[in-house]
């Protein structure tokens, strides 16, 4: 009798597409990086049905790229100015080799730590920080703290994590929590400037 083979360990997906656009069904490659975890499609088109679909004249940063699978999606749907923040080197080129495939042009791709660019980008006016950090680290409350003086006074916040976070987490943060959605393992958050300590 045949052994039963081990499950093999969950693996990212090789690829992801965008979903909507100028790049629609566009393939983004997935590098096998440890905790690299793109978001999912189904969660990014939530996610732009929130914001509108159209985000034409926005000013984007996409703080822990990865794949650049957030960014490239706002530039896909019309932000006019969008900063890919990565610290990989490796991903940084895949970053720049699809910048240059998809001829966009309102992309910017920056090796740097998170961190330091959103304090280096308080007072920016951005429109849409969107956040993703990994989801084995501690940087969430700090990125979602950082990422208030960067926004534009309508400016709005998406957050990726392991766990739902409450209005009042949020309220804490200076924002208020606008939408939030479960998919597996997955919360996401879309928030906007609130009243709170930080505000």
């Known amino acids: 009798m045949a052994r039963a083979r081990p499950a093999a360990p969950s693996r990212s997906p090789h690829e992801v597409r965008i979903v909507g656009g100028l790049w629609k069904r566009t ?59 990565e610290q990989d080197p490796q991903l940084v080129e895949r970053l720049r080799q699809l910048k240059q495939r998809l001829s966009a042009d309102a992309v910017q791709v920056r090796r740097g730590d998170a961190m330091a660019v959103l304090a280096e980008l308080a007072g920016a006016g951005l429109d849409l920080v969107l956040l993703d950090p990994p989801f084995d680290g501690d940087l969430f409350d700090r990125a979602l703290a950082a990422a208030v003086p960067t926004l534009a006074p309508g400016g709005l916040v998406y957050l990726e994590a392991p766990a739902a976070w409450s209005e009042a987490q949020a309220a804490q943060a200076g924002l208020e929590l606008r939408r939030h959605l479960k998919a597996g393992a997955v919360h996401a958050h879309l928030f906007g400037r609130g009243a709170g300590p930080a505000a």
């Open 27 to 85: 393939r983004l490659p997935v590098a096998d990086k440890p905790g690299l975890r793109p978001t999912p499609d189904r969660v990014r088109e939530t996610l732009f049905n929130w914001l509108g679909q159209d985000l034409s004249g926005w000013r984007c940063l996409d703080a822990f790229a990865g794949t650049g699978a957030l960014g490239l999606e706002a530039a896909s749907r019309g932000a006019v100015q969008v900063l890919l923040v």
